[in-house]
């Protein structure tokens, strides 16, 4: 494990991580670090990325890449998509194929936001719902799924949610994204020669930056949004306190429907450098302490 340290009027905080990324990092050295764990989706499991922090501490550089990115700059999401597609063409030569459905939401004022409509006025009211009565697998009914084939038109329908999602200025962010936005890339194996077939999801998080309204000075709209984004990860927050209550015989039910199940999940943490942040990156570590501390369970693949 490594070590991070913050200290602030002589007092030192300690947190254990599993890996830590100094500022010099480079993206591409952040996606190895994760890269099995993407791939692994082609083998049946379901995997859940997501990042967490402050407003303006690089999350959705971190998924994304910066506006117009190059390609050393792309992050997560761009290069898992290019990892899933050449190591699917890897794996035709051991008699496997695939077929990919992806679909981009955002969740903005407590509500859901297809990013793949053409026109955002289009979207309809979207809500997430048991597959059925007798499952815990949610879903979004009418929420747009697009089959693609190459990663380059996978990249194509990510230019398109980045056009439609609710990004504004803020006292604490040049351009903050005012939504939590999920990508999804479901993934669906067969080998006919051997009879296997897998299906797993890929889920790539951008959570909003939490605000401290002293801070922020929202007003208005963005007042209305950064309520709607702290309230939100308050209750992530409840989620990962009940999952990390070691002591199965006396913890709470977790506040969440669905939040089970056998998928591998990774949270990076972003810290912003600047004292004055000191604050709310002390609570960053400490939220992702609680997440180093979850038990959720031995992760296992849908294969058949």
Known sequence: SHIGRERKEDVTYDFHFDRVFPPSSSQESVFEEIALLVQSALDGYHVCIFAYGQTGSGKTYTMEGPED????TAGVIPR?????????????????QYQFTANFLEIYNESLRDLLVLRPEQNGDLEIRRVSQ???ELHVPNLS???????EEVQRLLLTAKAHRSVARTNL??????????????VEGRNAKRGLHTSSVLSLVDLAGSERLDRSL???????????IN???????????????????????APWRGGG??????????????????????????????????????ASSNRK
């Open 173 to 186: 962010n040049e351009r903050s994204s005012r939504s939590h936005s999920l990508f999804q890339l479901r």
């Open 80 to 96: 898992a998509v290019r990892r899933i597609f050449e190591t699917s063409r890897e794996m035709e030569a051991k008699g496997w």
């Open 231 to 253: 309230t939100s990860l308050s209750t992530l927050g409840l989620v990962i306190n009940a999952l990390s209550n070691k002591v199965a015989a006396t913890a709470p039910r």
């Open 218 to 228: 929202s007003t208005g709209e963005r007042l209305k949004e950064t309520q709607a």
């Open 261 to 298: 199940g056998s998928a591998p999940r990774l949270m990076f943490v972003n810290i912003s450098p600047l004292e004055e942040n000191f604050g709310e990156s002390l609570n960053s570590l400490r939220f992702a302490r609680k997440v180093n501390e979850c038990v959720i369970g031995q």
């Open 145 to 151: 799924c697009v089959s693609v084939s190459s990663e």
């Open 69 to 72: 990115a190059a390609p050393e």
């Open 134 to 136: 007798f499952t815990e």
